[in-house]
T-cell receptor
Framework: ETGVTQSPTHLIKTRGQQVTLRCSSQ?????VSWYQQALGQGPQFIFQ???????GRGNFPPRFSGLQFPNYSSELNVNALELDDSALYLC?????????????FGPGTRLTVL | AQSVTQLDSQVPVFEEAPVELRCNYSSSVSVYLFWYVQYPNQGLQLLLK??????LVKGINGFEAEFNKSQTSFHLRKPSVHISDTAEYFCAVSYNNAGNMLTFGGGTRLMVKP
Protein backbone atom coordinates (compact mmCIF):
# COMPACT_ATOMS: atom_id res chain seq x y z
CA GLU A 1 0.00 0.00 0.00
CA THR A 2 1.51 3.32 -1.10
CA GLY A 3 1.40 6.14 1.40
CA VAL A 4 0.82 9.82 0.77
CA THR A 5 3.37 11.31 -1.60
CA GLN A 6 4.11 14.95 -2.38
CA SER A 7 6.08 16.72 -5.07
CA PRO A 8 8.35 18.51 -5.33
CA THR A 9 10.37 18.01 -2.15
CA HIS A 10 11.83 21.50 -2.20
CA LEU A 11 10.99 24.61 -4.17
CA ILE A 12 12.43 28.10 -4.34
CA LYS A 13 10.36 30.96 -5.76
CA THR A 14 10.52 34.73 -5.75
CA ARG A 15 7.94 37.11 -4.38
CA GLY A 16 4.99 37.62 -6.72
CA GLN A 17 5.37 34.29 -8.51
CA GLN A 18 2.85 31.47 -8.53
CA VAL A 19 3.44 27.90 -7.34
CA THR A 20 1.68 24.53 -7.65
CA LEU A 21 2.28 21.73 -5.16
CA ARG A 22 1.05 18.20 -5.74
CA CYS A 23 -0.17 15.40 -3.55
CA SER A 24 -1.13 11.78 -4.20
CA SER A 25 -3.40 10.40 -1.54
CA GLN A 26 -3.15 6.98 0.01
CA UNK A 27 -4.97 4.25 -1.88
CA UNK A 28 -8.71 4.26 -1.14
CA UNK A 29 -8.73 7.69 0.51
CA UNK A 30 -11.22 10.22 -0.89
CA UNK A 31 -10.44 13.18 1.39
CA VAL A 32 -7.36 15.38 1.15
CA SER A 33 -6.36 18.20 3.49
CA TRP A 34 -3.57 20.74 3.15
CA TYR A 35 -1.67 22.33 6.01
CA GLN A 36 0.96 25.06 6.21
CA GLN A 37 3.70 24.67 8.80
CA ALA A 38 5.83 27.76 9.30
CA LEU A 39 9.23 27.29 10.89
CA GLY A 40 8.95 26.53 14.60
CA GLN A 41 5.16 26.34 14.58
CA GLY A 42 2.44 23.75 14.42
CA PRO A 43 0.66 23.02 11.14
CA GLN A 44 -2.29 25.26 10.23
CA PHE A 45 -5.25 24.00 8.22
CA ILE A 46 -5.56 25.55 4.77
CA PHE A 47 -8.45 23.61 3.21
CA GLN A 48 -9.89 20.17 2.61
CA UNK A 49 -11.26 18.46 -0.48
CA UNK A 50 -13.78 15.65 -0.46
CA UNK A 51 -14.73 13.98 -3.73
CA UNK A 52 -13.42 16.91 -5.78
CA UNK A 53 -15.28 19.61 -3.81
CA UNK A 54 -13.80 22.03 -1.28
CA UNK A 55 -15.15 20.89 2.06
CA GLY A 56 -13.77 23.37 4.57
CA ARG A 57 -11.29 26.22 4.64
CA GLY A 58 -9.06 27.73 7.26
CA ASN A 59 -8.07 31.36 7.65
CA PHE A 60 -6.14 31.70 4.40
CA PRO A 61 -6.70 34.28 1.64
CA PRO A 62 -8.22 33.38 -1.75
CA ARG A 63 -4.81 33.36 -3.42
CA PHE A 64 -4.50 29.91 -1.83
CA SER A 65 -6.59 27.61 -3.99
CA GLY A 66 -6.80 23.92 -4.70
CA LEU A 67 -8.10 21.12 -6.82
CA GLN A 68 -8.89 17.48 -6.32
CA PHE A 69 -8.94 15.14 -9.28
CA PRO A 70 -11.13 12.06 -9.96
CA ASN A 71 -8.31 9.80 -8.73
CA TYR A 72 -8.37 11.87 -5.47
CA SER A 73 -4.92 13.35 -6.00
CA SER A 74 -4.75 17.05 -5.26
CA GLU A 75 -3.00 20.32 -6.02
CA LEU A 76 -2.38 23.38 -3.91
CA ASN A 77 -1.90 26.61 -5.85
CA VAL A 78 -0.59 29.81 -4.35
CA ASN A 79 -0.65 33.03 -6.38
CA ALA A 80 1.23 36.25 -5.78
CA LEU A 81 3.70 34.64 -3.40
CA GLU A 82 4.73 36.58 -0.31
CA LEU A 83 7.78 36.09 1.89
CA ASP A 84 5.55 34.78 4.70
CA ASP A 85 4.41 31.93 2.46
CA SER A 86 7.77 30.28 3.10
CA ALA A 87 6.88 27.11 4.97
CA LEU A 88 6.55 23.35 4.87
CA TYR A 89 3.31 22.42 3.11
CA LEU A 90 1.82 19.15 4.28
CA CYS A 91 -0.81 17.10 2.54
CA UNK A 92 -2.88 14.55 4.44
CA UNK A 93 -5.40 12.03 3.22
CA UNK A 94 -8.14 10.11 5.02
CA UNK A 95 -10.73 7.47 4.26
CA UNK A 96 -13.57 9.94 4.76
CA UNK A 97 -14.29 13.34 6.19
CA UNK A 98 -15.73 12.44 9.60
CA UNK A 99 -13.98 13.91 12.63
CA UNK A 100 -12.79 10.51 13.86
CA UNK A 101 -11.03 9.62 10.60
CA UNK A 102 -7.29 9.48 10.97
CA UNK A 103 -5.28 11.63 8.61
CA UNK A 104 -2.14 10.23 7.03
CA PHE A 105 0.50 12.82 6.24
CA GLY A 106 2.94 13.06 3.38
CA PRO A 107 6.56 14.16 3.83
CA GLY A 108 5.79 17.75 2.80
CA THR A 109 7.06 20.27 0.30
CA ARG A 110 9.46 22.89 1.61
CA LEU A 111 8.70 26.22 -0.14
CA THR A 112 11.14 29.09 0.14
CA VAL A 113 10.07 32.51 -1.13
CA LEU A 114 12.88 35.01 -1.75
CA ALA B 1 -12.23 30.02 18.74
CA GLN B 2 -11.05 26.48 19.18
CA SER B 3 -7.44 26.18 20.27
CA VAL B 4 -4.81 23.72 21.41
CA THR B 5 -2.08 24.71 23.84
CA GLN B 6 1.14 22.82 24.40
CA LEU B 7 2.46 24.31 27.56
CA ASP B 8 6.15 23.55 27.03
CA SER B 9 7.97 24.57 23.88
CA GLN B 10 11.03 22.53 24.86
CA VAL B 11 11.52 19.64 27.25
CA PRO B 12 15.08 18.49 27.96
CA VAL B 13 15.38 15.11 29.64
CA PHE B 14 18.08 12.54 30.26
CA GLU B 15 17.98 9.17 28.56
CA GLU B 16 15.96 6.52 30.45
CA ALA B 17 14.12 9.18 32.47
CA PRO B 18 10.33 9.51 32.30
CA VAL B 19 8.74 12.36 30.40
CA GLU B 20 5.37 14.08 30.16
CA LEU B 21 4.41 16.46 27.37
CA ARG B 22 1.39 18.56 28.21
CA CYS B 23 -1.55 19.43 25.98
CA ASN B 24 -4.73 21.35 26.76
CA TYR B 25 -7.53 22.19 24.37
CA SER B 26 -10.60 24.37 24.28
CA SER B 27 -13.88 22.57 23.77
CA SER B 28 -17.58 23.07 23.76
CA VAL B 29 -18.25 20.01 21.60
CA SER B 30 -17.08 16.43 21.38
CA VAL B 31 -13.46 16.03 20.38
CA TYR B 32 -11.08 13.45 19.05
CA LEU B 33 -7.46 13.76 20.14
CA PHE B 34 -4.18 12.89 18.48
CA TRP B 35 -0.47 13.05 19.14
CA TYR B 36 1.91 13.24 16.19
CA VAL B 37 5.71 13.10 16.07
CA GLN B 38 7.85 14.91 13.53
CA TYR B 39 11.49 14.04 12.98
CA PRO B 40 13.75 16.61 11.29
CA ASN B 41 12.86 17.27 7.66
CA GLN B 42 10.00 14.78 7.72
CA GLY B 43 6.21 14.79 7.79
CA LEU B 44 4.00 13.86 10.72
CA GLN B 45 3.66 10.34 12.08
CA LEU B 46 0.74 9.37 14.30
CA LEU B 47 1.77 8.21 17.77
CA LEU B 48 -1.67 7.57 19.21
CA LYS B 49 -5.27 8.72 19.16
CA UNK B 50 -8.29 8.95 21.43
CA UNK B 51 -11.65 8.44 19.77
CA UNK B 52 -13.75 6.97 22.56
CA UNK B 53 -13.70 4.37 25.33
CA UNK B 54 -10.84 4.00 27.79
CA UNK B 55 -9.27 7.32 28.65
CA LEU B 56 -5.79 5.78 28.75
CA VAL B 57 -4.52 5.29 25.24
CA LYS B 58 -1.40 3.38 24.27
CA GLY B 59 0.51 4.16 21.11
CA ILE B 60 3.67 3.27 19.26
CA ASN B 61 7.21 3.43 20.62
CA GLY B 62 6.06 3.00 24.23
CA PHE B 63 4.09 6.25 24.42
CA GLU B 64 0.74 6.60 26.14
CA ALA B 65 -1.68 9.45 26.80
CA GLU B 66 -4.59 10.09 29.12
CA PHE B 67 -7.73 11.93 28.12
CA ASN B 68 -9.11 14.07 30.93
CA LYS B 69 -12.41 15.62 29.91
CA SER B 70 -12.90 17.72 33.02
CA GLN B 71 -9.47 19.32 32.63
CA THR B 72 -9.65 19.32 28.81
CA SER B 73 -6.20 17.78 28.70
CA PHE B 74 -4.48 15.01 26.77
CA HIS B 75 -0.96 14.69 28.16
CA LEU B 76 1.58 12.39 26.53
CA ARG B 77 3.85 10.21 28.66
CA LYS B 78 6.68 7.75 28.31
CA PRO B 79 8.20 5.96 31.30
CA SER B 80 11.73 5.76 29.86
CA VAL B 81 12.93 7.78 26.89
CA HIS B 82 15.65 6.98 24.37
CA ILE B 83 17.95 9.20 22.37
CA SER B 84 15.91 8.27 19.30
CA ASP B 85 12.82 9.94 20.83
CA THR B 86 14.39 13.34 20.19
CA ALA B 87 11.87 15.04 17.91
CA GLU B 88 9.04 17.57 17.75
CA TYR B 89 5.72 16.42 19.19
CA PHE B 90 2.37 17.89 18.22
CA CYS B 91 -0.96 17.54 19.94
CA ALA B 92 -3.94 17.86 17.60
CA VAL B 93 -7.69 17.99 18.05
CA SER B 94 -10.51 17.20 15.68
CA TYR B 95 -13.77 18.82 16.70
CA ASN B 96 -16.96 16.89 16.05
CA ASN B 97 -18.60 19.85 14.33
CA ALA B 98 -15.67 20.55 12.00
CA GLY B 99 -15.17 17.40 9.96
CA ASN B 100 -11.71 15.94 10.41
CA MET B 101 -9.88 19.24 10.13
CA LEU B 102 -7.09 19.15 12.70
CA THR B 103 -6.23 22.03 15.02
CA PHE B 104 -2.63 21.69 16.17
CA GLY B 105 -0.75 22.95 19.15
CA GLY B 106 2.50 24.83 18.69
CA GLY B 107 4.61 21.75 19.33
CA THR B 108 7.01 20.58 22.02
CA ARG B 109 10.61 19.81 21.20
CA LEU B 110 11.75 16.79 23.20
CA MET B 111 15.51 16.76 23.63
CA VAL B 112 16.87 13.54 25.08
CA LYS B 113 20.39 13.85 26.46
CA PRO B 114 22.81 10.96 27.11
Amino acid sequence: ETGVTQSPTHLIKTRGQQVTLRCSSQSGHNTVSWYQQALGQGPQFIFQYYREEENGRGNFPPRFSGLQFPNYSSELNVNALELDDSALYLCASSLAQGAYNEQFFGPGTRLTVL
Amino acid sequence: AQSVTQLDSQVPVFEEAPVELRCNYSSSVSVYLFWYVQYPNQGLQLLLKYLSGSTLVKGINGFEAEFNKSQTSFHLRKPSVHISDTAEYFCAVSYNNAGNMLTFGGGTRLMVKP
